[in-house]
């Protein structure tokens, strides 16, 4: 039978024997890692509202461009640059692609110049899921843009998902090999109008 003092040990053993619960990643560490991200390319993984499936590589120079690049038999592309989003559907009889301003999609929180997600109101959600800490932001001037999940790892940290939520409630979520960042991208890769006179 224990006495009190050994069972007071033992309690106090257990307790340091016990790991802490590991709190998130803090935003002002996340923003900075993301405003220190200048270039960075990765393979993806990209899973629809539908439940389909592409591949394929995705190119990021911030701020504001990016472009995915689609893996066959997906005939997709899309960039932004210039403050545009164009979506090139090679099944498409034209050249010409959808276009909608950047600022109405939830991508372009990571996008800008200056990333601030401790600004008030941006982000809605902020919390620690095994290794991952997730953080959910919107643009708090314009909610109906929809939202964006960013899943990151810590030790470095490193942005691992994200999901856009559009205002429907649609789903998308690219997931990310290894980011590559450093390096440099022809200018092309982030004009739209290069590529519309490529492809007339």
């Known amino acids: 039978m224990l006495s009190k003092r050994q069972f007071l040990a033992t309690g ?63 005939q997709t592309l899309v960039m932004a640059g210039g403050g545009q989003v164009a979506v090139f559907d090679g099944k498409s009889n034209t050249n010409r692609p959808e276009q909608y301003p950047l600022a109405r999609t939830p991508l372009k929180i990571i996008l800008e110049r200056n990333v601030n997600l401790a600004q008030r109101n941006m ?54 090999g290894d980011l590559k960042t450093g390096g440099n991208f022809p200018s092309r890769y982030f004009s739209i109008q290069q590529e519309i006179t490529r492809r007339g």
């Open 123 to 176: 982000v809605v959600g902020h919390r620690q899921d095994g290794v991952k800490t997730i953080v959910v932001a919107q643009d708090p001037a314009h909610p109906e843009y929809g939202r964006i999940e960013l899943v990151f790892t810590a030790a470095p940290t490193q942005l691992r998902q994200w999901v856009i939520v559009d205002g429907q409630g649609q789903r998308t979520t690219v997931v990310l």
């Open 12 to 74: 106090a053993a257990a307790l340091i024997a016990t790991p802490a619960l590991a709190a998130p990643i803090p935003l002002n560490t996340l923003s900075a890692y993301l405003n220190q991200m200048r270039t960075a390319e990765a393979e993806f993984t990209q899973i629809n509202p539908d439940g389909t499936i592409a591949t394929g590589r995705i190119y990021i120079q911030r701020p504001g461009r990016v472009r995915f690049d689609y893996n066959p038999p997906e």
